[in-house]
């Protein structure tokens, strides 16, 4: 089992540029999830899917859109990088939402640095 | 205000030693989930334990225990008999309600050395 899996693994945009990064989860969650970490402090929600079909604005969406594909893939596009978009970014899926068991499954993180 | 704190920056510890990460919660809402992950220097993100508000008992996980005081909102990760492999950031996380999207909130963590 993969688990959560993330493309690419590093990237270096310059500003003003776009790309988007993919994510993928093989294990039938429902919910997947974007997050940031910049240097020296946890990590802050950007936008979420609580499933197929629905997405909605975490902590700090700005800058950022999101694409639930399927239930597997939830993709995070930047359509004008700015350098304050430079940090590690983590995806996540979790089983089941409306419970506060519910466990997030973290990605091994994407790496933007935008010059 | 706050509502995960995590106090230590950075700790070291002796190997074969245990160790107590601190972490405090701030929250109005009854029912909540408090999470430990460890972040090695590879940078994944790995889950290492859960608490439920509603638990009565410490939850457990091999090496890993929580020590919940609910009514002095703390929820301290204990390692027990540390391992060189335990070197590694360490974030309390907490989920509110049982809404979908909730997010987690997540501490500034904590740093922890083991020492040979």
């Known amino acids: 089992n993969a688990g959560v899996t993330q493309t690419p693994k590093f990237q270096v945009l310059k500003t003003g540029q776009s790309m988007t990064l993919q994510c993928a989860q093989d294990?039938?969650?429902?919910?997947m999830y974007w997050y940031r970490q910049d240097p020296g402090m946890g990590l802050r929600l950007i936008y979420y899917?609580?499933?197929?079909?629905?997405?909605d604005k975490g902590e700090v969406p700005n800058g950022y859109n999101v694409s639930r594909l399927n239930k597997r893939e939830f993709s995070l596009r930047l359509e004008s990088a700015a350098p304050s978009q430079t940090s590690v970014y983590f995806c996540?899926?979790?089983?089941?939402?409306?419970?506060?068991?519910?466990?997030?499954?973290f990605g091994p993180g994407t790496r933007l640095t935008v010059l | 205000a706050q509502k995960i704190t995590q106090t230590q920056p950075g700790m070291f510890v002796q190997e074969k030693e245990a160790v107590t990460l601190d972490c405090t919660y701030d929250?109005?809402?009854?029912?909540?989930?408090l999470f430990w992950y460890k972040q090695p220097s590879s940078g994944e993100m790995i889950f290492l334990i859960y608490?439920?508000?509603?638990?009565?008992q410490n939850a457990t996980e091999g090496r890993y225990s929580l020590n919940f005081q609910k009514a002095r909102k703390s929820a301290n990760l204990v390692i027990s008999a540390s391992q060189l492999g335990d070197s590694a950031m360490y974030f309390c996380?907490?989920?509110?309600?049982?809404?979908?999207?909730?997010?987690?909130?997540f501490g500034g963590g904590t740093r922890l050395m083991v020492k040979p």
């Open positions: 899917s609580a499933s197929e079909g629905t997405t």
């Open positions: 996540a899926s979790s089983p089941n939402p409306s419970a506060n068991t519910d466990t997030q499954y």
């Open positions: 608490q439920g508000s509603y638990d009565q």
């Open positions: 294990m039938n969650h429902n919910s």
């Open positions: 996380a907490m989920r509110e309600g049982g809404n979908a999207g909730n997010m987690l909130t």
């Open positions: 929250t109005s809402d009854p029912s909540y989930g």
